[in-house]
């Protein structure tokens, strides 16, 4: 899964211990992982010769057998407010999408676990893209090693760091289990990136047995996309609910709580859509959902896209939504968009760019056609 044509083990998606076990293979000792680990990944170095604490020989039997190989960056785009998106090229025209949202102190990376997404949720346009190939350890890691990459040098960072991962972009972690468990175990990692267990986020449409498995291999922080606060709209919603419907989703969740007490919460997200899930009993029959699961809610207003049928709230119907939830007592937030100038909301990832593609690619068939005389063109229209 880590090597590449040539055969040769890309560094980048090993965790400490599988550094460790190649290095010994190789007859060297297994702390060089660690002065590894650091040139790779806080230094974002992808040259063995850079590693200048290594032996001449050591380098060189390295460059024989091992990469550093991170994606390829497509298009990067810098919003106005500072939010920074890749569009990273994968292998066979495979692109995923990588989003950096600065917020005082703190960086956020949304970060994606596969090209597409099987599960077909029926507000989301990676969703409808269908399900393409999971990502590999490396093309993981990878988003985090390539934004780091951009930000310069340790000492030129400053605030352009990441303090904070979360996996919501492209989609479904728990369907590519051991990656993103291999990958979080490198981002949590010291000499990885080092992010702490309260800022690292693993976000699920509820892939229950998943869950259990989860909380048995590593401590992260746990958002669910719930949406829907009964079955039959979940159903519609969230297909996978049909497999497992909210007694079961819920059960999964109060045992992430027991297990973890000191996180004691579960970040529930609801995606309001008007007119659909928007309504007084649906915060009412939510409140009663969640009355006996920790939970912080978080409202993500719907992010349009085009022919996905369904249109945001208006903000005094997303305000009043929030209100009757913070009335029960619960910790309610509402996403701001951020990066709206770069198509860079979380949910929206990539369908953009393949839409463009496509367009381009039924122009062109078209335009081959009309200089055959088979068809005749309607203009473009617009975007
Ligand atoms: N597959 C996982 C991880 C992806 S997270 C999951 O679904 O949890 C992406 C988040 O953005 C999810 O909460 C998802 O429900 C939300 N989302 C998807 N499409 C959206 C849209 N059009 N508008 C707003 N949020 C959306
Ligand atoms: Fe997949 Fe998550 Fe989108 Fe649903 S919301 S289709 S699970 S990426």
């Known amino acids: 899964m880590n090597t590449d044509t040539a055969g040769k083990v890309n560094l980048l998606g090993l965790t400490r211990p599988q550094l460790e076990d190649f290095l010994e293979s190789l007859g060297e000792k297994r702390f060089r992982a660690q002065q590894i680990m650091k040139w790779i990944h806080f230094f974002g170095v992808d040259d063995f010769e850079a590693m200048t604490n290594l032996g001449k020989a050591l380098r060189g039997k390295l460059a ?15 919003s106005a407010d500072g939010t920074r998106k890749w569009v990273l090229e994968l292998d066979q025209g495979n692109r995923v999408e990588t989003v950096f949202i600065p917020d005082g102190n703190r960086g956020t990376l949304c970060v994606s676990s596969q090209v597409g997404c099987a599960l077909d949720c029926s507000f989301c346009s990676t969703g409808k893209q269908g399900f393409h190939r999971d990502l590999s350890v490396a093309e993981i890691v990878g988003q985090l090693w390539v934004a780091q990459r951009s930000f310069g040098p340790p000492s030129n960072r400053g605030l352009r760091n990441i303090t904070n991962v979360v996996m919501m ?48 291999r590593i401590d992260v922080s746990l958002a669910v996309s719930l949406h829907a606060p009964n079955d039959p709209l979940r159903d519609q919603l969230v297909p996978v609910n049909k497999k497992y419907p909210l007694s079961e989703l819920m059960a999964a969740c109060r045992e992430y709580v027991d297990r973890f007490p000191d996180t004691r919460r579960v970040t529930m997200e609801y995606v309001l859509i008007e007119g659909v899930n928007d309504k007084f009993e649906h915060a009412e029959q939510l409140i009663a959902l969640l009355q006996n699961v ?8 719907f992010n349009p896209f085009p022919n996905s049928g369904y249109k945001r709230p208006n903000g005094l119907r997303i305000k009043a939504f929030q209100d009757r939830l913070m009335q ?56």
């Open 169 to 216: 972009g492209m989609g479904e972690p728990l369907l590519n289990f051991e990656s993103v468990i291999h990958a979080m175990e490198l981002m949590k990692d010291d000499l990885g990136y080092g992010i702490a267990k309260k800022r690292l986020t693993l976000s699920t449409s509820g892939i229950v047995p998943r869950m259990y498995e989860l909380y048995e």
């Open 64 to 78: 024989d057998v091992a990469e550093i190989r991170g994606p390829g960056v497509a298009l990067e785009h810098t």
């Open 294 to 301: 920790p939970s912080k809610i978080n409202l993500i207003p």
């Open 328 to 383: 029960a007592g619960f910790v309610t937030t509402i996403r701001t968009t951020r990066g709206d100038d770069i198509d860079a909301a979380c949910g929206q990832l990539v369908g953009k760019v393949q839409d463009r593609t496509r367009r381009a690619e039924q122009w062109r068939t078209e335009v081959a056609a009309r200089q055959r005389g088979r068809i005749k063109v309607h203009e473009a229209s617009g975007q």
